[in-house]
C-alpha cells in the first residue's frame, strides 16, 4: 500500500503458570529457577549482566487449558540498595518489543531504573520474542499509477482484512485473543511468575493504553506507573481537531526561532495548499526505486495526508515533512519521488498482523468518538487518517470490541507520573490530560519542545522519573528541551 508501509503502519507479535503457586519461582531479586543468564548487549556496544525468561500463558484468558503462548522477557537485576517491586517496560505500537527497545537508545534509561527495583523488558504477546505471528499478505493490492476514492481505498483495506481473517481461521488463530483486555492478564500472570507482590509499570503510547487498563483491573497488585505520550482507553483513534491544533502548536514553536520562521511563516497554510492542489489534480510522478525498475506513482491527497501522519511524532521528523511540503508547493517533485524511491515499492500487497490489528480493533472507539471523528475529519487537515486503518476497520470483527466499558477512564489513587510533551504530533497533550483525569494521585510533567519519544530528550527527564520513584515531592512540571534535533 503506499506510503502507509513504511510510515503510517505502527513502526517507524505446556505448563500453564497461572495459578499462585503453579510453579516454584523465587523472589524477583534472585533468579527465577527458569531464567537463563546472558550478557545483554545493547546497540552502543554495552554490556550488562541479565536474565533471559518464559512463561506460558493461555492464548485466551477466557478459554484456558486450550491452546498457549508463550511470553519472553529480558530481567535486568535491580542495583540500588532498596529494591522495590519490579519494573515491567510497556513498549508501544501495538507491536512495539520491550527488548529491542531496551537495546535501543533508552538503554541507559533502562539501566537507571534499576535504582529501584529489577527492570523488565517484556515482550508483549505478539511481538518480539513472545509467539509473534505471521504478517498475512492478502491478494488486494493499491495500484500505484490509479486514482482512488476515500471510500474505495477503506473498501480495498477492509475486503483485504476480511481476506486475513479467513487465513486465519483456517489457520486456527483467533484475532480475539489479541486484545488489550488479555495483555493484562498476562502481565498478572507475569507478577506470579516473577513471585511479586505487585509491579511497576513503566509505559509509553500504546504502552501507557496497555497500563491504563492494569490500573483499572489489577490496581492492588500495583505500586507505581510512569506513562509518557499517553494514550487513553477511548484514544485509540485520535480527535482530528486535536491534529490540527497540534499544527497551531507546531507554529508557535517554529516562531520562536527566527531560522525556522523565514522557513515556514505559515503551516497549515501551507499544508492545505498543497493537499487543495492535489485533490483537484493528483502528481504524477516517476519513481526510480534504488536497484529497481523505475515506475509511476499517482500522489494523492489521500497519500500526503499519510505520509504526514507518520512524520509528525516528533518535531525533528516534523521538519523533515515541511521540507516536502514546501518542495511541492514550489513545484518540485525530486524530494517527495526520492522518498518513494528508498521506502515504496511498486505494487505491494495490502497486509496486516494479527497483535497490531486485533489490538486496535478490540481497544475500538465509543459511537460517541466516533460521530466526533467523522464531524471533524470532514475539514481536518490529515483528514481521518492519523490512524488508518481505524477507525475504517472498526467492528470488523464480531465480539472483538471491548466495549464502552472497557474505554471508561480509570479511577485510582496510584501514584502516576505522566510525562506530555508540547509537539507530540501522535497523541496530543489536552487529550492526555483527559486520559488520566481520574487518577487523583497523578503528578503531571511538561516536556515542553518535545515530541511523542520523549525520554531521551533531556538528562532532566530521567532525573524526574528517579525522583517519582523515590517516592519524592517534587514542584517540577515543566522540563524545557531541544526537541528538533531528534529524541
Not at 497486509?351 to 497490531?356: E, K, T
Request: proline share 6%; with cysteine; glycine share 10%.
Amino acid at each position: 500500500m503506499p506510503l502507509t508501509r513504511f510510515l503510517v503502519s505502527r513502526l517507524l507479535l505446556a505448563t500453564l503458570l497461572v495459578a499462585a503457586g503453579a510453579s516454584a519461582v523465587e523472589p524477583a531479586s534472585g533468579p527465577v529457577a527458569t531464567e537463563e543468564p546472558i550478557e545483554f548487549t545493547a546497540g552502543s556496544g554495552e554490556t550488562v549482566a541479565a536474565f533471559r525468561g518464559e512463561f506460558i500463558v493461555p492464548s485466551n484468558w477466557n478459554r484456558p487449558g486450550q491452546a498457549t503462548l508463550r511470553l519472553a522477557y529480558v530481567r535486568f537485576p535491580a542495583s540500588g540498595a532498596a529494591k522495590g517491586p519490579p519494573i515491567v517496560y510497556l513498549a508501544g505500537g501495538p507491536g512495539g518489543s520491550g527488548i529491542d527497545t531496551a537495546r535501543g537508545p533508552r538503554f541507559a534509561l533502562f539501566m537507571a531504573m534499576r535504582e529501584f527495583g529489577d527492570v523488565i523488558a517484556f515482550d508483549q504477546r505478539g511481538t518480539g520474542a513472545s509467539s509473534r505471528q505471521p504478517t498475512c499478505t492478502s491478494t488486494y493490492r493499491i495500484d500505484d499509477a490509479t486514482a482512488y476514492s476515500d471510500l474505495e481505498y477503506a473498501d480495498l483495506h477492509r475486503a483485504a482484512a476480511r481476506q486475513c481473517l479467513q487465513q486465519w481461521q483456517r489457520d486456527g488463530l483467533d484475532l480475539r485473543d489479541w486484545t488489550t483486555a488479555q495483555s493484562v492478564h498476562d502481565l498478572d500472570a507475569l507478577r506470579r511468575h516473577l513471585g511479586a507482590d505487585k509491579l511497576s509499570l513503566w509505559g509509553i503510547s500504546y504502552g501507557s493504553h496497555l497500563a491504563l487498563a492494569a490500573i483499572t483491573a489489577m490496581e492492588d497488585r500495583l505500586e507505581r506507573v510512569v506513562l509518557a505520550s499517553v494514550e487513553g482507553l477511548d484514544q485509540t483513534v485520535k480527535r482530528p481537531a486535536e491534529t490540527d491544533a497540534y499544527f497551531t502548536r507546531l507554529q508557535a514553536a517554529i516562531d520562536t526561532r527566527p531560522e525556522l520562521a523565514s522557513r515556514f511563516p505559515d503551516v497549515v497554510g501551507l499544508m492545505r495548499r498543497v493537499l487543495a492542489r492535489l485533490e483537484a489534480e493528483p502528481l504524477l510522478l516517476r519513481v526510480t526505486p534504488t536497484g529497481g525498475a523505475a515506475y509511476d506513482f499517482l500522489l494523492e491527497r489521500r497519500d500526503l495526508q499519510q505520509l504526514a501522519s507518520g512524520m509528525i511524532a516528533d518535531p525533528s521528523s516534523a521538519l523533515q515533512l515541511l521540507e516536502l511540503f514546501a518542495a511541492l508547493d514550489a513545484g518540485e517533485t525530486a524530494p517527495i519521488a526520492w522518498v518513494l524511491g528508498k521506502y515504496h515499492r511498486a505494487g505491494e500487497a495490502i497486509d496486516f498482523n494479527p497483535m497490531p490489528l486485533g489490538m486496535d480493533l478490540a481497544s475500538g472507539i465509543s459511537r460517541r468518538s466516533l460521530d466526533r471523528f467523522e464531524r471533524e475529519a470532514k475539514a481536518a487537515i490529515l483528514g481521518g487518517y492519523l490512524n488508518f486503518p481505524m477507525p475504517q476497520l472498526d467492528l470488523l470483527v464480531p465480539g472483538l470490541d471491548l466495549g464502552d466499558r472497557f474505554r471508561r477512564d480509570p479511577r485510582s489513587c496510584l501514584p502516576v507520573l505522566v510525562l506530555i510533551g508540547t509537539l507530540d504530533g501522535r497523541t496530543y497533550p489536552d487529550g492526555q490530560r483527559e486520559a488520566v483525569r481520574g487518577l487523583s494521585n497523578a503528578e503531571i510533567t511538561v516536556v515542553v519542545n518535545a515530541g511523542h519519544n520523549l525520554f531521551m530528550t533531556s538528562p532532566e527527564v530521567t532525573g524526574r522519573i528517579q525522583s517519582f520513584m523515590r517516592g519524592e515531592q517534587s514542584a517540577l512540571d515543566r522540563i524545557v528541551v531541544d526537541g528538533w534535533s531528534g529524541p
